[in-house]
C-alpha cells in the first residue's frame, strides 16, 4: 500500500471510528432508559415480550417496592450490556484519536466481550428473579419462576467468545509490536 | 544487563558525532541514544552491520560482554 494510501485508510479509521464512538453514546442511553420507559411510560414505547419473562402489563400493574424491586431487576442485564458498550466507546473514541495499535484500546475491546457474555449467561436468572418478585404477592398456585434462553443467547455467547479471542490475539501481537519497536 | 554498549568509545576514538552517526545509518538520534545507554532490549543486524560501516569496525568492538556473577 502506498503512503498516500496508509493514510486515507487511517482518515477513513478515524472518521467510521468517531462516528460510531457517537452511536455507541446512544446504545448506552437507549440500554438504560428502554425499560424504565416500557414500564413507566406505558403506550410510548411499544415492547415486545418475546425477550421478556414477565408480561409488560403485569409488572406495570405493580405496585411500590415491588415494582421498584423488579425493575432493578430487569436493569441489571441493560446495565452490564450498557458498561461493555462504554468501554467499546472507550475504544472507537482511541481509535478517533489515531490510538489505534495498543494494549489499552484492546482491553476496551475484550471488556465488551466480557460484558456480553455476562449479559447473556445472567439474563435468563434475573428474568427469573423478577418474574418471581413480579408474581410475591399472588395466591399460592399462580406464583411462578420464568426462565428464558433461546438461541439468540447461544449466538451472543459464541460472538462474545469471538471477541474474547479476537481481543486476545490482538494483544499478542501488541505485545510482539512493543517489542519490535524496543529493538533499535 | 552483560552486554555493554562501547558505542560512545568507538564514537569518541572515530572523532564522530552521535548525530552524524544517526543520520549516515538512518535511525533517530533518540534511538542512537538509547542504544548508546544500553537501554534498548535488542539491536538488529541490520543497525549492527550500519554501524560497523560507518564506523570501520567489527561487532566486538562495540558490544561487550560482562559477567556479573
Not at chain 1, 113 to 124: D, K, N, R, V
Not at chain 2, 62 to 67: A, M, R, T, V, Y
Request: charged share 20%.
Amino acid at each position: 500500500m502506498t503512503e498516500l494510501g496508509k493514510r486515507d485508510t487511517l482518515k477513513n479509521v478515524r472518521r467510521i471510528s468517531t462516528f460510531l464512538y457517537w452511536i455507541c453514546a446512544l446504545a448506552i442511553l437507549f440500554e438504560i432508559t428502554t425499560v424504565p420507559l416500557v414500564i413507566y411510560a406505558p403506550g410510548w414505547v411499544e415492547a415486545s415480550t418475546s425477550q421478556m419473562t414477565i408480561s409488560v402489563a403485569d409488572v406495570q400493574a405493580l405496585q411500590g417496592w415491588q415494582k421498584i424491586a423488579t425493575l432493578a431487576v430487569m436493569m441489571i442485564p441493560s446495565f452490564v450490556i450498557a458498561y461493555g458498550i462504554y468501554r467499546l466507546r472507550k475504544m472507537f473514541g482511541a481509535f478517533a484519536n489515531n490510538i489505534i495499535f495498543n494494549t489499552e484500546a484492546i482491553g476496551h475491546f475484550k471488556a465488551f466481550g466480557i460484558a456480553l457474555i455476562i449479559q447473556t449467561l445472567i439474563s435468563p436468572l434475573t428474568g427469573a428473579a423478577s418474574s418471581a418478585l413480579a408474581t410475591f404477592n399472588r395466591p399460592e398456585g399462580e406464583r411462578f419462576i420464568s426462565i428464558g434462553l433461546g438461541n439468540s443467547d447461544i449466538h451472543t455467547l459464541f460472538l462474545g467468545g469471538l471477541i474474547i479471542v479476537i481481543a486476545w490475539v490482538l494483544g499478542e501481537a501488541v505485545r510482539i509490536e512493543d517489542e519490535n519497536r524496543s529493538f533499535v | 544487563m552483560p552486554i555493554i554498549v562501547r558505542l560512545d568509545v568507538m564514537l569518541a576514538t572515530r572523532k564522530m558525532k552521535s548525530k552524524d552517526l544517526a543520520a549516515r545509518i538512518g535511525i533517530s538520534e533518540q534511538n542512537l541514544s538509547l542504544l548508546k545507554s544500553g537501554k534498548v532490549r535488542g539491536v538488529r543486524f541490520e543497525t549492527l552491520a550500519a554501524i560497523c560501516r560507518e564506523l570501520d569496525c567489527q561487532p566486538g568492538d562495540i558490544l561487550e560482554f560482562e559477567d556479573e556473577t
